[in-house]
């Protein structure tokens, strides 16, 4: 029931053609891609960049986006739905080390209340933080049964889709997953410069990573961090970095 009313809001705005939150904006980026437009400007132009995120979810989104802005909308609100079911049974699969059937109900229930505000906005705005959850889950799932190659692959879509998750690779470098760590690095080289291909050119893709990955990872001064200027080192960014400052 959560699910139907959670994706009631944004599927009434693409309907009525209302501002629609950053589903309006995933959609454009990936008409953009598809048309071969630059969606991270020129360094020397000291631009904001309008799409954050990096080349390879830019590369996705021009995938999507082939489906239309109707059924992108509808795609991605589907995914939402899906990644909490995936986040729930995967957790609870990890936590216990069971058969969903055999475990208490309120495994599943009371965990998504504790946080159903912020599953809320997930919907509304749009975000990929559920899905993220649900790949990392997966990854350490498949770390416990040993698809070492699998769990360094879904580590790195989590990258390719919001950077951050990346940072799983240091705890498998820490536990000596050796094929999951060079698989992560493999995959996310994919992902990086090889998913774009049928949208850019090689020499386009690089150039992409190279300037999102100075504008976002390497942009560290007393404005902000990446392309936050002065917002970054405030409550409302709510990021780990901005919280640490």
């Not at 309907?15 to 629609?20: D, E, I, K, L, Y």
């Not at 536990?175 to 992560?184: N, Q």
Request: glycine letters at 8%; one cysteine or more; charged letters at 10%.
């Amino acid at each position: 029931v959560l699910m139907v009313v959670f994706s009631a809001p944004p599927l009434y705005n693409l309907v009525m053609g209302a501002p629609n939150k950053d589903y309006s904006l995933w959609y454009q980026v990936g008409a953009a891609v598809r048309e071969g437009i630059d969606v991270y400007p020129d360094p020397d132009s000291n631009r904001l960049f309008p799409f954050m995120y990096p080349p390879s979810a830019a590369a996705l989104l021009g995938y999507v986006s082939l489906a239309g802005p109707y059924a992108t909308g509808f795609l991605l609100v589907l995914a939402h739905s899906a990644a909490w079911v995936g986040a729930v049974l995967l957790s609870v699969r990890l936590a216990t080390g069971g058969a969903a059937k055999r475990r208490n109900p309120a495994l599943y229930i009371v965990p998504s209340l504790a946080i159903i505000a912020l599953i809320h906005n997930t919907y509304l705005l749009g975000q990929p933080n559920l899905t993220l959850l649900t790949l990392l889950l997966a990854a350490f799932l498949c770390l416990q049964k040993g698809k070492d190659g699998w769990a360094g692959t879904l580590v790195a879509t989590g990258a390719a889709i919001k950077a951050f998750p990346i940072l799983a690779l240091g705890y498998l470098i820490y536990r000596r997953r050796w094929r999951a760590s060079a698989a992560t690095v493999v995959a996310l080289a994919a992902w990086l410069l090889v998913a774009p291909l049928p949208f850019r050119t090689p020499a386009q893709a690089v150039r992409d990573v190279k300037v999102w990955t100075g504008g976002m990872l390497f942009t560290y001064n007393s404005n902000g961090i990446a392309q936050r200027p002065f917002r970054s080192y405030s409550y409302k960014n709510q990021s780990i970095m901005a919280m640490a400052h």
